[in-house]
């Protein structure tokens, strides 16, 4: 069982935006801005599209933002693409050299 | 470019042992901490294992401390897996995984990640 809770699943149409929240403790989430977010597609690695609850890598698109509010962090993917369908997991900081993720969440671009 | 090639993945019988190893390129591999992350079929992630870019201190999940041990050799660029006595429920395709951050262990995530390979603990 995953220590960070997330919807297992996700929708929207080309070019809608769509939500997916990452709830955990304050232990975690609620006591760190360490938290991570990853896209993967099938049979592919991670990719990593926000750090620090709000950072995006460099050639990460803009439509993907994150932020957090108490133990609960969100990322949101506006404007939606056909490519953005993919799982995405968050992950957080839990203390002592410890992470945690979440059970991952599957959107679907209708 | 950043590669991170893992191997050493396969079929061990329950108690068994394997060690995976990760061929790090394009990065200043000594400076950076590296993890392990692993993946069961059809599942979500769990982080393993961490080792700091010097290698002196290393950190591990619950579930595999007394059993996993990290190490890496920065004259080779090169991360280590040791597993030991497995289990059925450490089948999972494993990811070798670079931290994003020199300063940081594992807290500002992981920018670049390998290919993954898979080990499955059956009889």
């Known amino acids: 069982q995953s220590a960070l809770t997330q919807p297992p699943s996700a929708s929207g149409s080309p070019g809608q935006s769509v939500t997916i929240s990452c709830t955990g403790t304050?232990?975690?989430?609620?006591?760190?801005?360490?938290v991570s977010w990853y896209q993967q597609h099938p049979g592919k690695a991670p990719k990593l599209i926000i750090y620090?609850?709000?950072k995006r890598p460099s050639g990460v698109p803009d439509r993907f933002s994150g932020s957090k509010s108490g133990n609960t962090a969100s990322l949101t993917v506006s404007g939606l693409q056909a490519e953005d369908e993919a799982d995405y997991y968050c992950?957080?900081?839990?203390?002592?050299?410890?992470?945690?993720f979440g059970p991952g969440t599957k959107v679907t671009v209708l | 470019e950043v590669q991170l090639l893992e191997s050493g993945g396969g079929l061990v019988q329950p108690g068994g042992s394997l060690r995976l190893s990760c061929a790090a390129s394009g990065f200043t591999f000594g400076t950076y901490a590296m993890s392990w992350v692993r993946q069961a079929p059809g599942k979500g992630l769990e982080w393993v294992s961490v080792i700091n870019g010097g290698g002196g201190n290393t950190y591990g999940a619950d579930s595999v401390k007394g059993r996993f041990t990290i190490s890496r050799d920065n004259s080779k660029n090169t991360l280590y897996l040791q597993m030991n006595s497995l289990r059925v429920e450490d089948t999972a395709t494993y990811y070798c995984a670079k931290s994003s951050d020199p300063n940081v262990n594992i807290a500002s995530g992981f920018d670049y990640w390998g290919q993954g390979t898979p080990v499955t603990v059956s009889s």
């Open positions: 620090e609850v709000t």
């Open positions: 992950s957080s900081y839990a203390g002592i050299n410890n992470l945690v």
């Open positions: 304050s232990s975690d989430v609620g006591g760190y801005n360490y």
